[in-house]
């Protein structure tokens, strides 16, 4: 499975921007998804996650309420809907596929745990998001 994000750019504090995950080589409705994000100098963070076998989803607390993670079977995309940006959010997304099994990832989202990146696999190349005045 190989992934490419896009969507990314420069955005004033307050705006929004929709990014892309786009799948190719095999279908992602047969994985969960996460996005991440790594800003200059910091770890890389677990933002959202999706799980098509259930639709459940996970946001870290800091962007509840404003990003909002959906999927396009036909188009094999996942997006992450970023609204409400703040100056912090400015980082390099990227989204990966999980090498969980659909319903280990069901538990974990609807218990709300965090992502952890060594549990994801085939990463995309990542996304610019810059979020400034």
């Known amino acids: 499975v190989q992934l490419a994000e896009s969507g990314g750019g420069l955005v004033q504090p307050g705006g929004s921007l929709r990014l892309a995950c786009v799948g190719s080589?095999?279908?992602?409705?047969?994985?969960?998804v996460g996005w991440f994000r790594q800003a200059p100098g910091k770890e890389r963070e677990g933002v959202s996650c999706?799980?098509?076998?259930?639709?459940?989803?996970y946001y870290r607390d800091s962007v509840k309420g404003r990003f909002f993670v959906s999927m396009d079977n036909a188009e094999n995309t996942v997006y992450l809907q970023m609204n409400s940006l703040k100056p912090e959010d400015t980082a390099t997304y990227y989204c990966?596929?999980?090498?969980?099994?659909?319903?280990?990832?069901?538990?974990?989202?609807?218990?709300?745990?965090?992502?952890?990146?060594?549990?994801?696999?085939?990463w995309g190349q990542g996304t610019q998001v810059t979020v400034s005045s």
């Open positions: 990966a596929t999980d090498k969980l099994p659909m319903s280990i990832r069901a538990v974990k989202n609807q218990a709300g745990e965090a992502l952890n990146s060594e549990d994801f696999g085939s």
């Open positions: 999706i799980n098509n076998g259930d639709n459940s989803t």
């Open positions: 080589g095999l279908s992602l409705s047969y994985y969960a």
